[in-house]
């Protein structure tokens, strides 16, 4: 499996700011996503990063709200715009060839106050 | 789309004993069935997965069985220890979805000595 690191591992941040979280794969993969954990909750997809083009995001997300990059193979960005304490989980990416396995990186702990 | 549910929220087992976990699934189009194991601070870890044509699949102490009739998986862990105390989640992702996984609410498990 692929060795996925996610930057930062935490971070508090204040309301009203932004965030990017980095996430980079040790070799190349075909797909990145992202996923959102809510403290206690499991994991929701926000969207599948594509690379060479614009992430596919899910009801309930919005490209304002969490612009994706992809810009090649191995590395992706994801940032949390004009946070709030509705805000605060973990941030998951997770790659995959599209139809099977999909490995998760460790996560970002992300606190808004 | 599909809806995945999951069985119990909480598991407390004795050291040596067995758990079960069970997972239902709604899109007859599901075609993989992921399990993973979250620790406390860290990333889910795949630990097991199946694939629709596959009825079991066994893997050490763990072991999952598909239920393709009715619609329903489970993960099965025997002769538990301590390090087995973990969130489990199951998964499942639709035929052509693009790797969308949907995932269960997840297990508490909690395995005393």
């Known amino acids: 499996s692929a060795v996925i690191s996610q930057k930062p591992s935490r971070d508090i941040c204040q309301r009203g700011t932004s965030l990017t979280i980095q996430c980079q794969v040790d070799s190349q993969v075909t797909m990145m996503f992202w996923y959102r954990q809510q403290p206690g909750q499991s994991l929701t997809l926000i969207a599948t990063a594509n690379q060479g083009s614009e992430a596919t995001y899910e009801s309930g997300f919005v490209i304002d709200k969490f612009p994706i990059s992809r810009p090649n193979l191995t590395f992706s960005t994801l940032t949390v715009s004009n946070m709030s304490p509705e805000d605060s989980s973990i941030y998951l990416c997770?790659?995959?060839?599209?139809?099977?396995?999909?490995?998760f990186g460790p996560g970002t702990r992300l606190t808004v106050t | 789309g599909e809806n995945v549910e999951q069985h119990p929220s909480t598991l407390s087992v004795q050291e040596g004993d067995s758990a079960v976990i069970k997972c239902t699934y709604s899109?007859?189009?599901?075609?993989?069935f992921p399990w993973y194991k979250q620790e406390l601070g860290k990333g889910p870890q795949l630990i097991i997965d199946?694939?629709?044509?596959?009825g079991e699949k066994k893997d050490q102490r763990i072991a999952v069985t598909l239920n393709k009739t009715a619609k329903h998986f489970s993960l099965h862990i025997t002769e538990t220890q301590p390090e087995d105390s973990a969130v489990y989640f199951c998964?499942?992702?639709?035929?052509?979805?693009?790797?969308?996984?949907?995932f269960g609410a997840g297990t508490q498990v909690v395995v005393t000595p």
């Open positions: 998964a499942a992702i639709v035929t052509d979805s693009w790797g969308k996984l949907q």
């Open positions: 199946i694939r629709s044509n596959v």
């Open positions: 997770s790659v995959g060839d599209g139809r099977y396995e999909q490995y």
């Open positions: 899109d007859s189009a599901s075609n993989y």
